[in-house]
């Protein structure tokens, strides 16, 4: 058997045994593991993982561990800065695994590409993340263990406003929300749309105090800025205070 000491960094903590946080760790492991590996065996799926250091030097998840090694592994707290993910500084655009259908609705509200299905398969939701290059959103962490999975999230809090806060500082998305873009139903496009053309379909109320109307593109939801559009409001200050 062999040993090598571990440090995992602070911000992964909840997703540690509780005598492993915060320390040097002994790790015991026997053949000629990769350090994305022994990462997992810890409990961290590699999509936490922004910088491994392994005796002072940056390694990939590729890098055979050696008896005695010094590891250091970080994750994501400084945003974007990492020397395993390219994070590409283009459109994010998201899957949610089937218990996500609130945090679903926050993501389009704030006008970000979100599939989600309350009937999507664990082997279903790996593959498509892979194709399409979207992050898998998800809960549960061996889901994030996929091989096929290259970017992704584990969500630590089960308050769906609270998981929106926490995707918005994981992918640095303050300031890029685009509210009245996308149908919180389907994820379709909006677009403005006149009164008259949807007067019929108009509350007594509504067509009384509004005057400015959106329609999805795909399955022809009207939206206009009522309440709720001041309460989308408040969450996006919240979030990117
Ligand atoms: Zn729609």
Redesign the pocket.
């Known amino acids: 058997m062999h040993t090598t000491i571990v440090h995992i960094s602070e911000d992964l903590n909840n997703l540690l045994p509780p005598d492993c946080r915060s320390i040097d760790f002994v790790y015991t492991f026997s053949g000629n593991p990769s350090i994305k590996h022994l990462i997992e065996a810890v409990g961290i799926p590699h999509t936490e993982v922004g910088q491994i250091e392994v005796n002072d030097i940056y390694v990939d998840f590729k890098y055979k561990v050696q008896n005695g090694d010094q590891i250091k592994v970080w994750g994501f707290k400084n945003a974007n800065i990492s020397n395993l993910t390219i994070e590409i500084d283009q459109e994010v655009r998201f899957i949610l695994d089937n218990h996500l259908g609130k945090l679903a609705a926050y993501l389009r509200m704030l006008g970000f590409d979100t599939l989600y299905q309350n009937n999507f398969q664990d082997p279903e939701l790996a593959r498509i993340a892979s194709n399409q290059k979207r992050i898998l959103l998800t809960r549960d962490r061996h889901l994030l263990m996929r091989s096929i999975i290259n970017r992704g999230y584990c969500l630590r809090s089960q308050l769906p406003q609270h998981q929106a806060i926490e995707v918005i500082k994981r992918f640095n998305l303050v300031g890029k929300s685009k509210p009245f873009h996308?149908?919180?139903?389907?994820?379709?496009f909006?677009k403005p749309i006149s009164k008259e053309a949807i007067l019929d379909k108009l509350l007594p109320m509504t067509r009384r105090y509004y005057d400015e109307f959106y329609i999805?593109?795909?399955?022809?939801?009207i939206y206009w800025k009522g309440s709720h559009y001041e309460h989308m409001l408040n969450i996006i200050k919240q979030m990117e205070a």
């Open positions: 996308r149908c919180l139903r389907c994820n379709g909006l999805c593109q795909s399955c022809n939801q």
